[in-house]
């Protein structure tokens, strides 16, 4: 039997996931910011043409994010020669995160559009 207890956390757990979903395109350069007022979304990056070993940064304001907040990231989709691309946060504070993407291989360049996933928890 499921406690009262146990129902108002699940349902307060499934309410930070089931918050609005968009998306946002980014433009110019894989460095320029972006704008997207929800709690999860995806955002389509410029081609990076990200460098092997090298690693670029972006903010993404957001009016949902608040200091404190734990931002989870992840690469969805990109070219194959994205494989060694890993997205993370560096920064969270009030109205916006910052995310890196990090060229893991050391020879090989990163080519082409890569969707980035991010969840506000």
């Known amino acids: ?3 009262e207890l146990g129902v108002r956390n699940l349902a307060v757990e499934n309410k930070l996931f089931l918050g609005s979903w968009g998306t946002v395109t980014q433009i110019t350069s894989i460095t320029t910011g972006v704008t997207l007022n929800t709690k999860r979304g995806a955002i389509t990056t410029f081609d990076p043409a990200l ?3 090298a690693e670029q940064e972006f903010v993404v304001t957001n009016s949902e994010c608040h200091a404190g907040d734990v931002v989870v990231v992840s ?3 990109g070219p194959s020669d994205s494989e060694h691309v ?3 946060v560096s920064a969270v504070s009030e109205g916006s995160f910052s995310i890196v ?3 893991l291989a050391t020879t090989n360049q990163a080519d082409g559009a890569m969707v980035i996933n991010f969840a506000i928890i």
Do not use: H, K
């Open 75 to 77: 690469v969805a989709s």
């Open 51 to 53: 460098a092997a070993a």
């Open 1 to 3: 039997m499921v406690s």
């Open 101 to 103: 993407l990090s060229n």
């Open 86 to 88: 890993m997205a993370f």
